[in-house]
């Protein structure tokens, strides 16, 4: 079993949409919960940490279920330029290494 | 500051040959982690180093992958002989702190072996 799994889509979407991806995880040891975003032929960089709380960042909100291991992002008024992979991302308690899930592809339509 | 450095950029090479990717951290990052990025697999760590010394290579996929970080500024991910399955995006990424805080990650180098 995958240690972080998610849908890989692809979400096509309208601009102004709201959309939402979710992520599950096999331990319950893991400590620390990120999305990282992957534009295409680029780089992954880091979305946002994800709060047991949940957070909020501009448009973009992260919560947390520990008890069902799931991670979710909700994008808000979606942007052309929202169009990229989401990368799911565990770290689990004591190690220094992350787990990525294999990404959930996005694409807004004008 | 620059960010992460790699280098190749690309690489194509035949089955056999021996690969190097090189990679610069940034200045004053402790720990340095190499990836390798596949559309079947996703992104996963191959071996990752703090303060120069490797800490967990269990994701290394055979013998003929080797690691080395011979000092804060730089890093080689070297594969001897290269096979078809080895083409992927390598990635290398560093961060101040480990895991717990942002890695920031190279552009990758995208190795095709024939």
């Known amino acids: 079993r995958k240690e972080v799994e998610q849908d890989p889509g692809p979400f096509n979407v309208p601009e102004g949409a709201t959309v939402a991806f979710n992520c599950t995880y096999s331990?319950?040891?893991?400590?620390?919960f990120f999305w990282y975003r992957q534009d295409c032929r680029k780089e992954p960089k880091l979305l946002m940490s994800?709060?047991?709380s949940g957070n909020e960042d501009g448009r973009f909100t992260a919560q947390l279920n520990r008890a069902s291991q799931y991670i979710s992002l909700l994008i808000r008024d979606s942007k052309l330029s929202d169009s990229a992979t989401y990368l799911c991302?565990?770290?689990?308690?004591?190690?220094?290494?992350?787990?990525f899930g294999t990404g959930t592809r996005l694409t807004v339509i004008p | 500051d620059a960010g992460v450095i790699q280098s190749p950029r690309h690489e194509v090479t035949e089955m056999g040959q021996e690969v190097t990717l090189r990679c610069k951290p940034i200045?004053?990052?402790?720990?340095l982690f190499w990836y390798r990025q596949t559309m079947m697999r996703g992104l996963e760590l191959l071996i990752y180093?703090?303060?120069?010394?490797?800490?967990?290579d269990s994701g290394m996929p055979e013998d003929r992958f080797s690691a080395k970080m011979p000092n804060a500024s730089f890093s080689t991910l070297k594969i001897q002989p290269s096979e078809p399955r080895d083409s992927a995006v390598y990635f290398c990424?560093?961060?101040?702190?480990?895991?717990?805080?942002?890695?920031?990650f190279g552009p990758g180098t995208r190795l095709t072996v024939t």
């Open positions: 991302v565990v770290k689990q308690t004591g190690a220094n290494n992350l787990f």
């Open positions: 994800v709060y047991s």
């Open positions: 200045s004053g990052h402790d720990y």
């Open positions: 180093f703090n303060n120069n010394v490797p800490i967990d």
């Open positions: 331990n319950s040891a893991s400590q620390s």
């Open positions: 990424a560093s961060s101040f702190g480990g895991a717990l805080y942002e890695q920031y």
